[in-house]
């Protein structure tokens, strides 16, 4: 028998891809979707869904006997805009939900955890062009902190139990399906939203903020190739760095309006501002690329046509 696969955090933006990607993968019954929250129509009506708490280890652990779980995805997270308005509330989330799974995983109840980290590891002293996999790391938001801290227990379980945990530090994410949730790199798929809503955008960064951006189906792959690949092929076991393109304010909207001419973008920057310039504007994968075969397939103009067209419709 199969065992079955866990999403926390499965009506978040990626979470609800993944927990599609997953089940088109390995069939509906098997993925098992969960969150605080109800998701959407579609999510709920695909396949299994159980209302969790992921800081609640007995829940959590309640979840995994009954489904025989192997795999947990563990996408419940505060995001860095959202965290900075709410720090301690943000730091139980994202270290107890990882905390549980990963003592889970030591205690031998469950096999393979994919755990999220994030460009936030790094900060304003990090070297910001082609951002190396090792470098200085020192975060200076609340979600960088708890990833950066999270990296290191994801490490450490690795290293003193064997626990076979996998992670990649996620640029900016477009995606057409679902809308983010409190990050700062937002402003990307708003955009989009906006553009053809209204003709027009007020953006919350600086126009000439170069960030690392990767377009959800390039997430999504990358993320269900690391956690494929062979044990003997990971070799790091705090987060991969992982690329596709870096843009500005004013690229993007340079690219939509080869779409929609008569697009207009401001600029009113707000707190998010100090956040993105604490941020790398490219990042080297070059480590995902040689020990799991990555390579990235969406770039601006790819991503803009694809965005555009799944939203007008």
Known sequence: MQKS??????CGQIGTELTYALREKHGNEVVIASDIREGNEDLMNSGPF????????????EVVAYYEISE???MAAMLSATAEKFPMRAWNLNMNS???VLNLAKEKKIDKIFWPSSIAVFGPNT???HTAQNTIMEPSTVYGISKQSGERWCNYYHQKFGVDVRSVRYPGLISHKTMPGGGTTDYAVEIYHKALSEGAYTCFLKKDTRLPMMFMDDAIRATLLLMR????NIKIRSSYNLAAMSFTPEEIAQSIKAWIPDFKISYKPDFRQEIADSWPSSIDDSQAQTDWGWQSK???EKTTKEMLSNLKE
Request: net charge negative.
């Open 5 to 10: 696969i866990l999403i926390l955090g499965a």
């Open 50 to 61: 159980e209302l969790l708490d992921a800081t609640n280890y007995n829940a959590l652990e």
């Open 72 to 74: 947990v995805y563990l």
């Open 98 to 100: 990882l905390f549980n």
């Open 127 to 129: 070297p910001a062009d």
């Open 229 to 232: 690949s062979k044990p003997e």
């Open 298 to 300: 969406f770039d601006l």
